[in-house]
């Protein structure tokens, strides 16, 4: 049974080891944090042993087989079932009930978003995520990363317009024009979050900017 072995850290189970599942729970555990993988897929647990010693093979998963894992005993619980609705609903609501104090569900639709929402899951949509990322990408060219926290606070970075460089924070005047905020700038590789208001845009500067999608659009 898992149990948590570092009282600073975060630690996470993850259920259902598909692409998603996987790449989270490695990235997870490159940082240190303790992890629990719980999959039906014996070859998969296996190999993602390489990372935790806390990796379980459970064929049905249940109230009780997720329970004698030890996940409840984890800060973060993520659901990463998308395909078998049922399952995923299941598992969510069997995981919420264990008053694990945050729990995270994949979701395949709308609909399903839904009801993983009123079961008391956060909710997230890792292929509609994604298509907005690179659909932002694809219709500006000088957009190189877009990032959508909600539909009204977007960050999106990218290269400086041709048109800005020579002007300063304030010539641009972003917030007034496009209700946009500088959050960073990225200068030769090196981002920084303290925006000087005299600061003079340069060729290869790298801007952060928050704001509406709209907004961000018109800039």
Do not use: W
């Amino acid at each position: 049974m898992f149990k948590k072995s570092k009282s600073n850290t975060t630690s996470y189970g993850i259920v259902g080891i598909g692409r998603f599942g996987y790449a989270l729970a490695i990235e997870l555990a490159k940082e240190g944090n303790d992890i629990l993988i719980i999959d039906c897929d014996e070859e998969k647990v296996a190999e993602l042993r390489e990372y935790t010693e806390n990796a379980f093979v459970v064929k049905n998963i249940d109230k009780k087989s997720l329970q004698s894992t030890g996940i409840q005993n984890c800060d973060v619980a993520v659901v990463c079932i998308g395909e078998q609705l049922d399952t995923s609903i299941l598992t969510t609501l069997n995981l919420v009930s264990m008053g694990i104090p945050h729990v995270i569900s994949k979701a395949k639709s709308a609909e399903h978003g839904e009801i993983l929402e009123k079961l008391g899951a956060e909710v997230v949509y890792p292929e509609r995520d994604m298509a907005i990322r690179l659909a932002n990408r694809l219709i500006t060219s000088s957009v190189i990363d877009f990032v959508q926290l909600s539909e009204q606070i977007n960050v999106s970075k990218m290269k400086i317009p041709a048109n800005a460089i020579g002007k300063s924070v304030i010539d641009l005047n972003l917030r007034s024009r496009f209700n946009l905020n500088i959050i960073a700038i990225e200068k030769s590789g090196v981002v920084s979050n303290t925006v000087d208001p005299h600061y003079t845009f340069q060729k290869d500067d790298v801007l952060y900017i928050c704001g509406g999608r709209d907004s961000l659009t018109q800039f």
